[in-house]
């Protein structure tokens, strides 16, 4: 059994995916809130209120501009438009589906040998630890 703690566990694995993660944005050229804001335009069209909204639940990191600065890069970058209300590019929605399946790739290496069974413990359990530290979300 190993003598490493759960922090050192929890810790490891958060950065093995974060630079998984990371690399997968970088070899499309984007920022994670760039990603977060394809992921939300996935779903279909929004205004930039609607868009605030879908991001607003999303934790922050050291890396992020305003959802504002992203967004207008996107757009010149023509991955998104905006008529009445933000939406992906033909152009916008190839590249997010590229990068869903860089993603996927990412997620299927971190569960190789994991039964839904264990991912779905694991998860419930690390969700209770957030719950015990004071997290309501």
């Known amino acids: 059994m190993s003598t490493r703690t759960l922090a050192y566990w929890l810790a490891l694995v958060d950065r093995l995916v974060e630079r998984g993660f990371a ?18 335009l996935g779903d279909g069209p929004a205004t930039a209120d609607q868009l605030d909204a879908a991001l607003a639940d999303m934790p922050a990191y050291d890396d992020d ?21 933000y939406r ?14 860089a993603v996927a790739e990412l997620r299927s290496r971190v569960l190789t040998d994991i039964t839904p069974e ?6 419930a359990l690390l969700e209770r630890m957030a719950r015990n530290l004071g997290w309501d979300g």
Request: net charge negative.
């Open 88 to 101: 992906l590019t033909e152009r916008g929605r190839v590249a997010h589906g590229h990068i869903l399946d």
């Open 65 to 85: 501009a305003t959802a504002a600065e992203q967004l207008g890069e996107l757009v010149e970058s023509g991955w998104v438009e905006s008529a009445d209300a």
């Open 23 to 40: 690399g997968a944005l970088d070899e499309h050229g984007i920022t994670r809130m760039q990603w977060r804001i394809l992921t939300a």
């Open 118 to 123: 264990e991912e779905a413990a694991t998860v």
